[in-house]
């Protein structure tokens, strides 16, 4: 599968606890952007990489959402302290430097009790 | 403030019929135009994008088309068959320093092809 690849698929978490998501994406894929959907609404912005380098952060990423891609490959957001409204599902997709077309990974899927 | 609007969030089709979902923008930067779709429990696949200096652009059965000085957009599929039954999204870019092309969603349109 050559595919961009989110993990896990589902994570239930308790308010207060920190949680973090994996994104691996395609191999020769340059960037890679992390976007956050709840349901009724399209998916937005959080924060773009090229390589290693984290270039744009979205004001929706408050401090308590870390993002990092130490190598330029795969890419981890970590969220700390959850909250309710953190639940939603949080979509990772890659593209080439030269393409505006982003392929998307299948999501993980946050659900704060 | 929303720059990209879809403003019906459902749509209901018979197959073999043509499925029109449409989509507004507000921000005239915008030059590239995306169309994505979406299953439950998936992510986004593309589907067909078009340029600003384009008006049209063909994919099989699905076209998009563009009016820039409405600031609106298309995207036909003929003919409509069931698996075409998903979420669609409209998707927006204007260009950036550093040729991020951060796509600005609208909130989709759920199409249903009824057999």
């Known amino acids: 599968d050559t595919g961009v690849s989110q993990d896990p698929r589902h994570k239930i978490t308790k308010r207060g606890q920190n949680v973090t998501f994996r994104c691996d994406p395609i191999?020769?894929?340059?960037?890679l952007y992390w976007y956050r959907q709840t349901l009724g609404q399209g998916p937005e912005f959080l924060t773009y990489f090229q390589n290693e380098a984290q270039l744009e952060k979205s004001r929706l990423l408050s401090d308590r959402f870390s993002a990092e891609r130490p190598k330029g490959s795969f890419s981890t957001l970590e969220i700390q302290r959850t909250e309710q409204g953190d639940s939603a599902m949080y979509l990772c997709?890659?593209?080439?430097?030269?393409?505006?077309?982003?392929?998307f990974g299948s999501g993980t899927q946050l659900s704060v009790l | 403030d929303q720059q990209v609007k879809q403003n019906s969030p459902s749509l209901s089709v018979q197959e073999g019929r043509i499925s029109i979902l449409n989509c507004d923008y507000t921000?005239?930067?915008?030059?590239?135009f995306l169309w994505y779709k979406k299953y439950p429990a998936e992510g986004p696949t593309f589907l067909i994008s078009i340029s600003s200096i384009k008006d049209k652009n063909e994919d099989g059965r699905f076209t998009v088309f563009l009016n820039k000085s409405a600031k609106h957009l298309s995207l036909h599929i003929v003919p409509s068959q069931p698996g075409d039954s998903a979420v669609y999204f409209c998707?927006?870019?204007?260009?950036?320093?550093?040729?991020?092309?951060?796509?600005?969603f609208g909130s989709g349109t759920r199409l249903l092809v009824r057999p």
């Open positions: 997709a890659s593209s080439l430097k030269s393409d505006e077309k982003l392929f």
């Open positions: 921000n005239s930067m915008f030059d590239y």
């Open positions: 998707a927006a870019s204007a260009p950036a320093m550093d040729s991020s092309y951060k796509l600005i």
């Open positions: 191999s020769e894929h340059n960037r």
